[in-house]
C-alpha cells in the first residue's frame, strides 16, 4: 500500500471521514481509510446526495483486493490500490457513483519539539576505508579538547586506548556496519581491555556471593539443618563472557540475596505483611453529644484492631462503656451539618438505639467514619471483600530525583479535600502511581514506593504491574491478599505527537508524549488506568485533544472480546491519570491577576477558563468521565524548592515564553453506571518540591463482585432473562445503511446480534432508526445476588462495513424490580455520536441479596423520622450521571417512588445526597425533596391538620397537600350485616380554631342530601369561616357524616405520639385482661383485619396498633378490588398508609401498577389491611375494640 496516494487517509475514524466528504460536496466525491472492523480492510467512502456510501475492501488469501458491492455485480481483483480506484473511476460499476473527485489528505501542522541532544550521526556510506578513517580521525579531533578534561581523572593507557579507537578504529566500525554486521567488534575489544580489572574483580568477588546465597537459602528457624535445595550458578565463572552479561547477572545475584534474606527475616518474626498485619493505632474524637437539647461532651475511642467502639465521657475515664464492630449496624450523614453524624447501634434486647453526635470539624467526621468501615471490612468475616480502596497518583518529577521523604502523597496530605490525620495509617488496598519525566530506572522508583509505603502501612505491597514508556511510567501495587484475586493483567503504551516518528532518537524525555496504560481484573470487576503525558503549550488545546482520542482508539487493554468496544467502555471502572497539560486560557499578561487570585483561593473563577473544564464541557474530550471537584492551587508551574512562588515566564531564543500557573496534573474516572464509586479525597501535596510540578493524588471506595457460584442446579436452563424492547437509536451520521444491535455481556455466553432496524427518519447530518423487534437474552446464571451486579455492553453497527456507531452500556439493577426505561448517549472514540433510548426488563431465579458493605455509611435527610434497623424504610438510591440515565415508567403518582419523575432519572426530584457516594443498594433514609421538606405523610382533608392553624389552613404547604386519588373506587357491598353500609368521605376541611378558643363539640347534623350544600358541620363558636370544598369533592359530600374521634372531641387534647410503641401499652388495651372473642363475627385465621371505613370508633386503637407493625409485609385491600402488597412504611392517625416495595397481585390487569415502587394510600378508600398472622394477637385485638365500642356508645 503506497501511503503517498492523497485518496488514502489511513487510520482517521469514519466520523473524520464523513466531515471531510461533506467539506467537498460533490458527488463522486471519495477517500479511502482502514477499515475499523477488519485488521487488513480498508473502506472506501463515497459522497453522493449528501450521504456518505461506506464500501469494504477486501483482502483474499493471495492478497488479492475486491470491493464488497451489489449482488449480481461481478467481483474484480486488483494486486494494488491504485489499480482498483482507477478502475472504480469508470462508471456503471457497482457503486452508487462512480469515483470522480478525490479527497485530499489534510496536512498536520508538525509538534514544536523541545531543543534536543540527538546521537552522533553516523558516518556517510559507499566511501574508501582510508577516507573513513581520516574523516573521522578529524571529527576525532575536533571532539578531543572537550574530552581532555574528562579524561584526566583515567589512567594514561585508557587514555590512549580511547583516543587510537576515535581516531582510527571507528571507521573500521562503521565500515562493518555498512557490510551488514551492526556488533562494532572494535569497540566490544576496546570494552575488554579498560574492563579486564573489572572481570577480575567480578571472579575475585563471585565465590563470596555464592556462599551468601548458600547461607541465606537455608532455613534460619532453630533445629533446621538441611539446605532448601541445589544452588544454581547464578553467574558465569567464564571471564570470556561479555562483561555487561557478567554484571546483569551479578545484580541478579544481589537482588535475590537481598530478597531471600529479607523473606527470611520477614517469617522468623512472624510478619505475614498482609491485612491483619497493618496495625492501625486506636484513634480517639472529642464529639459533642445532644440529649434532650442539652450538649455534653464525649470521646470516641475506635480500635481498629480490637473491633471495638468505646463511649467515654472524659478522655482518660474507663472503658467499660463499648460497642462491638456487629453492633454497629449503620452510620447516618447529616446533610444540613457537615460535622453531625448519627450512629445506629443494636443493645442487648436486640433494639436499635440512634445517637447523634457533632464532630469539631467534616475531616473529623470523615476520619471517623473511615476507620470504621476499615474495622467492619477487617472483622466482617466474608471470603470476599464487595468493597477496597485504591490510591490513584500521577506526578511529573521535573527530570529530577525526588526527595527522601514522599509520604505525603501516599498518606494524601496537603491542600484541597485531603485525610485527616486520623485515617493516614488505613492502608489502600491497591495503589496506582503514574509519574511523567521520571529520570529514575524502573527498578529504582519501585523499590523507593515500596519502602515508603512499608513505612506507612507495614505491609509489603505486591507488584501488579508496571509499563515504561520512555520516561511515562505506571506501577500498579497491591496487598499481599489481594494477589489471588487479581488475573488478566494487560499493559499497553501509546506514542503520540512528534515522538512517533523521533522518540526512539530523542534523549530529552520533554519531546516525549504519550500513554501508558494498566488493565486487570479484580475478581468479577474489571479496572483500568491510563497515564497520559499530552502536548504541551497552552495554544495547543486541538493538539491534546487529537493525542487523547489516538490513545483511545490504539491502547490496547482489557477482554479482547469487547474489541467493537474502546477504554471506555471495556472496564468497569476506568482511571486517567497523568499530567494533561491544559492549561488556563487567559491572556500572558493576566499573569499577575492570576497568581493574586490565588492566593486569594479564588479557584472557581479560574476553573471556569481552565480549557479542560471547557473542553469538556463542548464535549470534546473526556465525555461522560467525572472529576471531584477541585478545591486546590494549580499544580504547575513552581519554582523549585518552593511552593510559595509561580514561574510563569521562561526566557527561549524565540523570546519569552509563558507558563501561566494552571491544573496541568488531573485524575478523571469513568465507571459502569449504577456502581459504587466515592472519593474520599482530591488534592495535592505542598512539601515535595523537587519538581516544577506538585504531586496530586486522589482516593476512592469502589464496588467490586466476586467470582459467583450459583447454588442452582447447573443442569437445568436458565430462569433468568434480560428483554430489550422499543429501542430508538438516533444517530449523528450521513452513511446510507441499515443498523443492526450488538449485545455483549460477561453474563452472557457469547455477544447476541439483534434483528435490523428500520431507517423512519433521515434528516441533515443525522438519521433515526427503530429496533421493534423484542430481542430476549438468556443469562448464564439467574440468581439476583449476580445478575444485579451485570452489565450490557450495547453496540449500533451497519449492515454494509460492520463498524460500530456508537456504544452505550446498561445497568441491570436498573430494571430490578419492573419494566424500567433508558436514555443513553452513543460514544464512539470518544466522540458523542447520538442517542439510544428504549425499555428493558429483568427476570432473575428466586434468592435474596447479601448487604454490601459499603451500604454501612449512608447520608440522612435530618429530619429524624427515620427509626429502626439499617434497612427498614429506606428508599433506593438513584444514580444520575452523565450519560447513564434510567427512568421507570411513567405510571400513577404514587408517593415518593415515581412522584416527579424527571426524564433520564429513576428517582424522582432530586435528593441532596453526597453526590462523590454513588451506591447501586444504596438505601437512604427518607430523602429531602428540592424545597427542603422532609417525606411526610399528607394531612386528613376531613379533620384537617393537627399541627398548624390560622392562615397555614387555607395555603397548605407543598408538601402537605393531599394527594390525587388515583384510582376509580365502585360502591362495594359490606359482608358484616351489623355494619352500616360503608359512606364515601367527604374531603372538605375541619375548621381552625385560634389560638384563644377551645375545640367544641363537633357532631353531623342529620339529614341533608348530596352535594357541597348539603350536611355539614357547624361549630357552634368559631370566628372563621369552613374552607370550601374544591369542585371535584363537591359532589361527594353525603349525608351521613362519620363521627368524629375522641381526639376532637371536647377535654384535653392529645398530641400526637412521635415515637412508635407497642399496641398493647396503649390506655385503651389493657394488656392482662383477655375477655372471650365474640363467636359470632371471629377474625379469619390469617389474621385479616377489617377497617372501619367511618373513621370514627377505633382510630386511635387501629393507629397505635397499626404503628407497631412498620416495617412489616401487608396487604392492602382497597374497595375497587385492588390488592396492593408491600412494606408498612409509615402510618398517620386517620390510617392513611405509605407502602414501599409494593407489588401487585394481578399485575395483568393493572399493567400501570408495573412501575410503582412506593405508593400512599388514602384510609377512606382502604377495605381490608391483610396483616402478618404470628404479628397478630386477635383475642386482645377484639377485646380493645368491643371494649372502644362500649365507651362509645355511653
Not at 70 to 89: H, K, M, N, Q
Not at 487 to 511: E, M, R
Not at 1004 to 1012: A, I, L, V
Request: aromatic share 8%; with cysteine; hydrophobic share 30%.
Amino acid at each position: 500500500m503506497s501511503s503517498h496516494q492523497p485518496w488514502y487517509h489511513g487510520n482517521i475514524t469514519r466520523s473524520m471521514a464523513e466531515d471531510l466528504l461533506s467539506k467537498e460536496a460533490k458527488d463522486g466525491s471519495f477517500l479511502l481509510r482502514d477499515s475499523e472492523s477488519i485488521q487488513g480492510a480498508y473502506a472506501l467512502c463515497v459522497l453522493y446526495q449528501n450521504c456518505v456510501y461506506t464500501y469494504r475492501i477486501l483482502p483474499n488469501e493471495e492478497k488479492k483486493l475486491s470491493v464488497q458491492a451489489s449482488e449480481g455485480v461481478p467481483i474484480r481483483f486488483f494486486s494494488v490500490l491504485s489499480d482498483l480506484v482507477e478502475a472504480y473511476r469508470k462508471e456503471n460499476m457497482g457503486l452508487v457513483t462512480h469515483l470522480q473527485y478525490t479527497v485530499q489528505q489534510q496536512e498536520e501542522a508538525e509538534e514544536e519539539s523541545e531543543p534536543n541532544t540527538l546521537p552522533p550521526q553516523l558516518p556517510p556510506r559507499n566511501i574508501p576505508g582510508s577516507e573513513a578513517r581520516g574523516s573521522h580521525g578529524d571529527s576525532a579531533r575536533e571532539v578531543e579538547p572537550s574530552r581532555l578534561s574528562v579524561m584526566d581523572t583515567i589512567s594514561e593507557a585508557n587514555q590512549m586506548a580511547i583516543q587510537e579507537y576515535f581516531c582510527s578504529e571507528v571507521g573500521l566500525d562503521a565500515e562493518q556496519v555498512q557490510n551488514g554486521n551492526p556488533t562494532l567488534p572494535n569497540l566490544k575489544k576496546l570494552l575488554m581491555n579498560i574492563c579486564k580489572s573489572l572481570n577480575s574483580e567480578i571472579s575475585r568477588t563471585l565465590p563470596t556471593l555464592e556462599a551468601l546465597l548458600k547461607v541465606v537459602e537455608q532455613p534460619l528457624s532453630p533445629g533446621a539443618s538441611r539446605i532448601r535445595g541445589q544452588v544454581k550458578d547464578q553467574v558465569s565463572a567464564d571471564a570470556s563472557q561479555p562483561v555487561h552479561f557478567r554484571l546483569e547477572q551479578l545484580t541478579k545475584m544481589i537482588c535475590l540475596i537481598e530478597e531471600k534474606t529479607k523473606n527470611t527475616v520477614f517469617e522468623s518474626v512472624g510478619y505475614e505483611g498482609g491485612h491483619r498485619k497493618s496495625l492501625i493505632p486506636p484513634v480517639t474524637f472529642e464529639v459533642k453529644s445532644e440529649s434532650l437539647g442539652i450538649s455534653t461532651k464525649m470521646f470516641l475511642k475506635v480500635d481498629v484492631e480490637s473491633g471495638k467502639v468505646y463511649f467515654k465521657k472524659s478522655k482518660d475515664g474507663p472503658e467499660d462503656k463499648y460497642f462491638v464492630h456487629n453492633k454497629i449496624l449503620q452510620l447516618v450523614k447529616s446533610q444540613k451539618m457537615h460535622t453531625k453524624l448519627v450512629v445506629v447501634v443494636e443493645t442487648e434486647k436486640e433494639k436499635t438505639k440512634r445517637q447523634e453526635f457533632v464532630f469539631n470539624d467534616t475531616k473529623k467526621r470523615e476520619g471517623f467514619c473511615q476507620l470504621l468501615q476499615q474495622m467492619k471490612n477487617k472483622h466482617s468475616g466474608k471470603p470476599e471483600p464487595d468493597m477496597i480502596s485504591v490510591f490513584v497518583g500521577t506526578w511529573n518529577m521535573g527530570n529530577a530525583n525526588p526527595p527522601s521523604n514522599i509520604t505525603s502523597w501516599f498518606q494524601s496530605k496537603g491542600l484541597g479535600k485531603t485525610h485527616d490525620d486520623t485515617a493516614s495509617q488505613i492502608p489502600h488496598d491497591i495503589y496506582v502511581v503514574g509519574t511523567q519525566e521520571d529520570p529514575l530506572g524502573e527498578k529504582e522508583w519501585i523499590d523507593t514506593v515500596k519502602a515508603t509505603l512499608r513505612d506507612i502501612t507495614n505491609i509489603s505491597f505486591k507488584q501488579v504491574a508496571t509499563q515504561t514508556l520512555w520516561n511515562i511510567r505506571i506501577v500498579v501495587l497491591a496487598k499481599p491478599e489481594h494477589e489471588n484475586r487479581i488475573s488478566h493483567i494487560f499493559c499497553d503504551s501509546v506514542k503520540t505527537g512528534i515522538a512517533n516518528a523521533l522518540g526512539q532518537f530523542i534523549s530529552n524525555s520533554k519531546g516525549n508524549k504519550g500513554a501508558v496504560a494498566v488493565s486487570f481484573m479484580f475478581n468479577g470487576t474489571s479496572f483500568g488506568f491510563v497515564n497520559s503525558h499530552l502536548t504541551s503549550g497552552s495554544e495547543k488545546k486541538i493538539r491534546r485533544n487529537q493525542n487523547y482520542v489516538s490513545i483511545l482508539r490504539f491502547l490496547n487493554l482489557g477482554d479482547k472480546k469487547l474489541n467493537p468496544f474502546d477504554i471506555t467502555c471495556r472496564f468497569t471502572h476506568l482511571f486517567w491519570l497523568g499530567d494533561l497539560n491544559y492549561r488556563l486560557d487567559l491572556p500572558t499578561q493576566e499573569a499577575e491577576n492570576i497568581v493574586m487570585k490565588i492566593k486569594q483561593q479564588n479557584y472557581q473563577e479560574l476553573l471556569s477558563r481552565d480549557q479542560l473544564n471547557m473542553e469538556r464541557a463542548e464535549e470534546n474530550v473526556f465525555l461522560n468521565y467525572e472529576e471531584e471537584e477541585i478545591t486546590f492551587p494549580p499544580t504547575y508551574r513552581f519554582e523549585r524548592d518552593t511552593r510559595e512562588k509561580y514561574v510563569y515566564t521562561k526566557a527561549k531564543a524565540t523570546g519569552t515564553k509563558y507558563n501561566l500557573p494552571s491544573w496541568c496534573d488531573r485524575v478523571l474516572r469513568k465507571s459502569y453506571p449504577l456502581v459504587h464509586v466515592a472519593c474520599h479525597s482530591y488534592g495535592c501535596t505542598n512539601d515535595i518540591m523537587t519538581s516544577d510540578h506538585s504531586p496530586v493524588f486522589a482516593t476512592f471506595d469502589v464496588g467490586v463482585t466476586s467470582q459467583f457460584v450459583s447454588k442452582n442446579d447447573p443442569t437445568k436452563v436458565s430462569e433468568g432473562a434480560v428483554k430489550f424492547m422499543n429501542c430508538v437509536a438516533v444517530l449523528m451520521t450521513k452513511s446510507k445503511t441499515k443498523f443492526y444491535i450488538e449485545y455483549h455481556s460477561s453474563c452472557l455466553e457469547k455477544f447476541v446480534k439483534g434483528p435490523d432496524g428500520e431507517n423512519q427518519e433521515n434528516t441533515e447530518g443525522f438519521i433515526k432508526v427503530r429496533f421493534g423487534s423484542l430481542v430476549e437474552l438468556t443469562p448464564i446464571i439467574a440468581d439476583p445476588e449476580y445478575l444485579l451486579d451485570q452489565h450490557i455492553l450495547i453496540s449500533i453497527k451497519s449492515t454494509d462495513s460492520d463498524e460500530s456507531y456508537g456504544e452505550t452500556c446498561v445497568a441491570l439493577r436498573a430494571a430490578e424490580s419492573n419494566y424500567t426505561e433508558f436514555s443513553e448517549v452513543l460514544m464512539h472514540h470518544g466522540e458523542r455520536t447520538g442517542t439510544l433510548t428504549g425499555g428493558i426488563q429483568l427476570r432473575t431465579s428466586e434468592g435474596k441479596q447479601t448487604e454490601k458493605l459499603y451500604d454501612f455509611i449512608k447520608v440522612g435527610d435530618d429530619s429524624g423520622t427515620s427509626k429502626g434497623k439499617p434497612g427498614d424504610h429506606m428508599t433506593k438510591c438513584s444514580q444520575s450521571e452523565k450519560g447513564w440515565n434510567f427512568s421507570p415508567r411513567a405510571g400513577i403518582s404514587a408517593g415518593h417512588g415515581v412522584k416527579d419523575v424527571a426524564p433520564g432519572n429513576i428517582s424522582p426530584k432530586k435528593t441532596r445526597y453526597d453526590h462523590s457516594v454513588q451506591s447501586p443498594t444504596g438505601k437512604a433514609s427518607s430523602p429531602v425533596s428540592e424545597d427542603g421538606q422532609p417525606a411526610e405523610m399528607f394531612d386528613n382533608p376531613l379533620y384537617g391538620s393537627t399541627s398548624r392553624g390560622g392562615k397555614d389552613q387555607d395555603t397548605p404547604r407543598k408538601d402537605q397537600l393531599s394527594p390525587p386519588e388515583f384510582f376509580p373506587f365502585p360502591k362495594s357491598s359490606d359482608p358484616d350485616p351489623d355494619r352500616p353500609p360503608p359512606v364515601p368521605t367527604p374531603r372538605n376541611r375541619s375548621f381552625t380554631c385560634t389560638s384563644d378558643t377551645k375545640p367544641q363539640n363537633l357532631l353531623p347534623t342529620p339529614g341533608g342530601s348530596g352535594g357541597s350544600s348539603g350536611t355539614s358541620l357547624q361549630p357552634t363558636a368559631y370566628s372563621k369561616k369552613p374552607v370550601v370544598p374544591s369542585r371535584s369533592e363537591g359532589g361527594m359530600l353525603m349525608a351521613g357524616k362519620p363521627p368524629l374521634p375522641l381526639k376532637f372531641r371536647p377535654g384535653p387534647s392529645q398530641e400526637p405520639q412521635l415515637k412508635p410503641r407497642d399496641y398493647r401499652d396503649s390506655s385503651e388495651l389493657p394488656c392482662k385482661i383477655k375477655l372471650p372473642a365474640r363467636p359470632s363475627q371471629p377474625l379469619p385465621k390469617d389474621a385479616l383485619v377489617k377497617r372501619i371505613d367511618t373513621l370514627g370508633l377505633t382510630s386511635k386503637l387501629f393507629y397505635s396498633f397499626f404503628k407497631s407493625l412498620v416495617g412489616k409485609d401487608v396487604v392492602v385491600e382497597l374497595k375497587n378490588d385492588l390488592s396492593i402488597c408491600g412494606t408498612l412504611h409509615s402510618v398517620d392517625q386517620y390510617l392513611n398508609i405509605k407502602l414501599t416495595d409494593i407489588s401487585v397481585t394481578d399485575p395483568e390487569k393493572y399493567p400501570h401498577m408495573l412501575s410503582v415502587k412506593n405508593c400512599f394510600i388514602r384510609g377512606s378508600v382502604v377495605r381490608y389491611v391483610q396483616l402478618p398472622a404470628d404479628e397478630v394477637d386477635t383475642q386482645l385485638l377484639q377485646d380493645a375494640a368491643r371494649k372502644e365500642a362500649m365507651q362509645q356508645k355511653q
